[in-house]
């Protein structure tokens, strides 16, 4: 197979390394673990099948759980959805094929950095045989080039090694070795060493591969280190084999001693190797590191992790550790690094280096390089007179005058990659420690660096930072206060910093009395002022704003309008008024000058003070825009969760809201990315209601209400539902919108009838019913008269059930909405199961059962097999209600309702005791408990109550008597709404 981008926008596999999939130039997120270890495989495979149980055994080993196909289908799917988005459901897309016995990717080396590999392997081994070598070599440098780390990154997936990762790993060392080889032939080692390089260091153990990197070395003059790595391997294999180098080890060995100028028998610690350093030059010892600070608390796990980091480069000695600390204005950066610096100097006896490069100054004046490498040349006691003019040459002496030497060096405040780049050490015995605003990947790209992005602190880490500041016994004495001071702080050090400055300048204030006046800045940057320049949050945030472009700073000052959490590329480009890839490319601007960070792949967020900063900017030009923004940004939420809830029930009842210009919909083909939207920015979603409501237009807000009901619904959140609802309703009783208000009662009926109030939910449905009556509103007074049932059902009457069910039927029918009708032929059926009526329950819920299958739609079939099984359990056939169960369960959790994937689970489980298959039972349990999470419903108790009651075991409750909550707007667990 061959595509072409004419036929398809280029889509990329890669997993010579972690496993990555880019679209159109976007890398994806490709999810769980479990989900990016299956493809992983898939892509080890290069196009090979790979059997069903192959996937089960890689991700569980030899403990599978009995949902393990099903997971693995589920995975496949979103792989198949994440490939291609549009892709109908059950459609194999033309990525991922599988069949009864598993699955292959369809690529080709186009598409795969591995056949990609594969392909310029052999063009590098047929030219070198057809006596082309340096044909050869560009195909072998292109091929290794690809090479990013172990196959499919599977040591971070899975806790052992796979065959199909190893054998692609042993493919490309194979490789190496082969370039290796004809490098050295050539004497074109330069370009081979880095890659050989990290392919060592992740084979330590091939003998032939550290040979190759020996003589390497050495062609390259870099003896010194040529010998520091045999040494560690002998010492290695020693240790941990107890066996001596091999022969092709040893030979190597042999060879770099001969080249090599020091005494072979005990060559020199490369501190004393002898250079043409003039005698100032070797006797300086630089030591400019700012002092530290006298009580540093927190940043634990960063400071454990690079010191692991120094550590493991300290023992291997193969490469030089560079460590790039990057976050928002005042986290901290600076503070930590100077601090590992002095916790690390003893281990850099040859002295430390700082510059701060100014990348963020208020004035730009970023420092060039060239001025950095001077101060530093001066500093390692090179005169002005001896350094050179041109940049690239001053870089090579600063380089050559590291060489062999173990020198820590500290670059602050960096602007860029470019920035830093020339200041790097090539000495593998220093330490690199980079601070930024900006994720400096490219370091981590070119030169292998440890990236580190810095977050808050933890609260118990902020009240350290405070006590260690002001006291112990001023912060014992008031907790609350202090408590409050760090969350008006948002838990950042600089903010923290500013308020234990305050506190220690005035000993006779009380943190109460500071606590109170952070509270009456009422989340402006008031409470954070100070005489220092260097340490006022203003300022400090202005160093950031004013690098930004003028469309980047509008976008940033809106930024402060938008109420919830976090926000995607389709809501700052409904925000500004601006097309998705203009917004994509100014939050790119500000996310590199610290003041947005993408916390997930597409979602941004920013600190409360960054956003208290950006509300200060909104001058009187800007009230106009402001607005217009406000309007622009609620449009999207209503816009986009309308269109989100209709992939949910296509049945939606609700008029379409009109389409506003300029704003974004976030797109979304299929019901999982709806719920992937909901899950998202459900936080959003519920303060964009409550700003509604606050500025006094709940006729905006209730509508938006509605679309997030079903959501809210299927996956539990019914707090959360019960809240929003019974704000709306407060706001349209106020507004007298009575549209608005009956959907909002039967949106709280609901809520409340899943939460066991069943009275008030019938006073509300009942109220709700009235105004549909009055207006008009056939389609809405169906569904409130089947809410009305299964209420009465829940109060244990049956008959009111029944006529409310059939006056429900009858609205349906007249509506023609068989998706209505299956629903409420469901429900009937229990409730004729309620009077005894068996039969009869049977008859309407296999009459149920031929709709459903005729319309084709597995949430109405979903919930006919969950009526059919309630009429086998009630009939005492517990084999065939066990068989309705599980395909309920499957249906549910297949289109993604998890409450009702749940209700079946229980009830599984509860059929299944009763024909004493305990083990069945309790695995169904369990799933329930691992749906539900850690959500405070009823389901969690019964199914906790059920696991605690398997020994001894309990006899099984009847059908009658389960616990089975029936909602779906009040009531879209068990139909639609």
């Not at 392909?119 to 292109?142: D, F, I, K, N, W």
């Not at 006298?294 to 796990?301: I, N, W, Y």
């Not at 289109?895 to 489980?909: A, P, Q, S």
């Amino acid at each position: 197979m061959s595509l072409t981008d004419d036929e398809e926008p280029a889509t990329r596999f890669g997993v010579l390394g972690p496993v990555r999939v880019w679209r159109r130039g976007a890398e994806l997120d490709l999810g769980a673990r479990q989900q990016r270890l299956i493809l992983a495989l898939l892509l080890a495979n290069a196009g090979r099948p790979v059997g069903i149980g192959d996937i089960v055994e890689v991700l569980w080993d030899k403990e599978p759980p009995p949902s393990a196909l099903n997971v693995v289908h589920r995975y496949v799917g979103a792989l198949r959805r994440l490939f291609e988005p549009g892709l109908p459901s059950r459609s194999p897309g033309r990525w991922l094929l599988g069949d009864a016995t598993g699955y292959r990717m369809r690529v080709d080396p186009g598409h795969l950095d591995l056949l990609r590999f594969r392909e310029l392997a052999e063009q590098a081994r047929s030219a070198e045989r057809a006596g082309r070598p340096a044909e050869a070599m560009t195909a072998y440098e292109q091929a290794l080039g690809l090479w990013r780390g172990p196959c499919g990154g599977a040591s971070e997936l899975v806790s052992y090694s796979h065959a199909a990762f190893s054998a692609v790993d042993h493919e490309c060392a194979d490789l190496a070795r082969e370039a290796a080889s004809l490098a050295l032939r050539l004497e074109r080692v330069r370009s081979i060493l880095p890659v050989l390089r990290r392919v060592a260091e992740h084979r330590q153990w091939d003998e032939a591969l550290q040979a190759r990197l020996l003589l390497v070395l050495s062609a390259d003059g870099q003896q010194a280190e040529a010998i520091a790595l045999f040494r560690n391997v002998r010492r290695r294999l020693a240790d941990e084999l107890g066996v001596d180098p091999g022969e092709e080890l040893r030979e190597a060995y042999q060879v770099v001693l001969g080249q090599n100028s020091y005494d072979s028998a005990e060559p020199a610690h490369p501190r004393h190797t002898q250079t043409h350093r003039s005698p100032a030059i070797a006797a300086v010892l630089p030591a400019q590191l700012p002092a530290d600070l006298p009580h540093f608390t927190g940043r634990d796990e960063a400071q454990h992790r690079t010191v692991g980091l120094v550590n493991g480069h300290v023992l291997t000695q193969a490469s030089m550790p560079v460590l790039a600390i990057d976050g928002i204005p005042g986290i901290g950066k600076t503070t930590l690094a100077i601090h590992l610096a002095h916790q690390l100097a003893d281990a850099y006896p040859d002295g430390q280096l700082y510059v701060d490069l100014q990348g963020f100054d208020p004035e730009q004046s970023m420092l060039h390089p060239a001025e950095a490498l001077r101060g530093f040349l001066n500093a390692l006691g090179v005169p002005d007179a001896e350094i050179p003019a041109s940049d690239h040459a001053r870089s090579g002496l600063y380089r050559s005058v590291l060489a062999g030497r173990r020198i820590l060096v500290v670059l602050d405040n960096a602007h860029s990659v470019e920035q830093v780049r020339p200041l790097l050490p090539g000495s593998s015995g220093c330490l690199v420690l980079v601070t930024s605003r900006k994720r400096l990947t490219g370091l981590a790209t070119a030169h292998g660096a440890f990236l580190m992005t810095l977050d808050v602190l933890p609260i118990e880490d902020a009240r350290d930072f405070l006590a260690a500041r002001i006291g112990v016994d001023r912060t014992e004495r008031e907790p609350v206060a202090v408590d409050e001071i760090i969350e008006r702080c948002g838990r950042l050090p600089l903010a923290l910093a500013v308020v234990a400055a305050r506190a220690l300048v005035h000993p006779d204030f009380g943190l109460t009395d500071i606590a109170r006046e952070l509270r009456d800045a009422q989340g402006s940057l008031d409470g954070f002022s100070g005489d220092d320049m260097d340490n006022d949050l203003r300022a400090i945030f202005s160093w950031s704003y004013r690098m930004l472009s003028e469309r980047a700073a509008t976008m940033f000052r809106l930024l402060s309008l938008h109420p919830g959490p976090d926000m995607t590329v389709p809501a700052l480009a409904s925000l500004a008024g601006i097309p998705p890839a203009e917004a994509r490319l100014l939050a790119g601007e500000l996310v590199r000058t610290g003041l947005l960070t993408e916390h997930k792949m597409g979602r941004f967020t920013t600190h409360d003070l960054i956003r208290a900063y950006a509300q200060e900017l909104i001058g009187p030009e800007d009230s106009e825009s402001r607005a217009e923004a406000s309007r622009r940004m609620f449009h999207h939420y209503r816009l986009t969760s309308y269109h989100a809830d209709r992939l949910l029930r296509p049945a939606l009842a609700l008029d379409p809201p009109p389409a506003v210009a300029d704003v974004c919909v976030t797109p979304m083909g299929t019901a999982a990315d709806a719920e992937a939207w909901f899950n998202a920015d459900r936080h959003v979603l519920k303060a964009v209601v409550q700003r509604q409501i606050e500025e006094g237009r709940a006729t905006s807000a209730w509508p938006l209400v509605v679309s997030m009901q079903m959501f809210l619904q299927r996956d539990g959140w019914w707090h959360d539902w019960a809240a929003a609802t019974q704000a709306g309703l407060d706001a349209t009783v106020a507004a007298g919108d009575d549209l608005g208000r009956a959907h909002m009662s039967r949106g709280l009926a609901g809520a409340w009838h899943v939460l066991g109030r069943h009275e008030d939910a019938a006073r509300l449905l009942r109220h709700s019913l009235g105004l549909f009556e009055r207006l008009g509103r056939c389609p809405e007074q169906a569904l409130v008269h089947r809410n009305l049932g299964q209420v009465s059902s829940a109060l244990g009457d049956h008959g009111g059930a029944v006529a409310h069910y059939e006056r429900a039927l009858s609205l349906f029918e007249e509506l023609r909405d068989p998706v209505g009708q299956v629903a409420v032929l469901c429900l009937l059926a229990d409730a004729h199961s309620g009077l005894g009526r068996s039969d009869v329950s049977m008859e309407l819920g296999n009459r149920a059962l031929t709709m459903a299958e005729a319309l084709g739609e597995p949430a109405s079939q979903a919930l006919c097999c969950q009526t059919v099984a309630r009429s086998f359990a009630a009939k005492g056939d517990h084999v065939s209600a066990r068989a309705a169960w599980a395909r309920a369960a499957e249906i549910f959790q297949r289109i993604g309702w998890r409450m009702n994937t749940v209700d079946c689970l229980l009830e599984l489980g509860d059929t299944a005791l009763a024909l004493d298959d305990l083990d069945a039972a309790r695995a169904a349990w369990r799933q329930a408990l691992e749906l539900i999470g850690q959500q405070s419903v009823p389901e969690r108790a019964a199914a906790e109550s059920r696991l605690a009651g398997l020994d001894p075991p309990r006899a099984v409750r009847t059908h009658s008597g389960g616990l089975r909550a029936v909602s779906a707007g009040c009531g879209q667990r068990r139909a639609k709404s």
